[in-house]
């Protein structure tokens, strides 16, 4: 089954620093990944995606992910925090092989942004 | 249309009530899924529907858990007899298109349930 960890519940950085939320998956067949944010008491919005076009995706708010399939991980940066970062996020994974039909989402990362 | 429109955002209801959840997904989205969110966790697939038609409900948490789309655009989510595990974030999404991977899903806002 495809599944996905996130390392850290919570990650905390000033203003204006590099933004690291890690997410590596299982899987033998490398699926479609995503990473959603969530605002308190929101649904989820779509970050970026990844379904095997370039290993490097750009998505909304200055964030970006690089798919490595040697380290099965997807990580998501931000070069700069703003204090609008602060948010939960989370990394989803579906599963290629068979249509693809749901995700599987991690337990998240709260982010927090220190002024 | 402005999105994926979830009614009510906040329900509160006694243990034993039944408890009905509305899903008004983007009109052209053909596929329509829920979801549910507990605190601290991501969240967890319940059922989908392709237009009218459930393709997948073995997720369904137990057999007080019921879905509809009887026409293909709107759907809603019964629980039954809740239960004070019941309480969480019910959550919709919808995606156009055969892949979740190609067109991603848009997500409501979700339907916050407590049960005192």
Sequence with gaps: AQSVTQLGSHVSVSEGALVLLRCNYSSSVPPYLFWYVQYPNQGLQLLLKYTSAATLVKGINGFEAEFKKSETSFHLTKPSAHMSDAAEYFCAVSDRQTGANNLFFGTGTRLTVIP | DTGVSQDPRHKITKRGQNVTFRCDPISEHNRLYWYR???????????????????????????????????????????????QGDSAMYLCASSLGRTVGVYGYTFGSGTRLTVV
């Design chain 2, 37 to 83: 969110q507990t605190l601290g966790q991501g969240p967890e697939f319940l059922t989908y529907f392709q237009n009218e038609a459930q393709l997948e409900k073995s997720r369904l948490l137990s057999d007080r858990f019921s879905a509809e789309r009887p026409k293909g655009s709107f759907s809603t989510l019964e629980i039954q007899r809740t239960e």
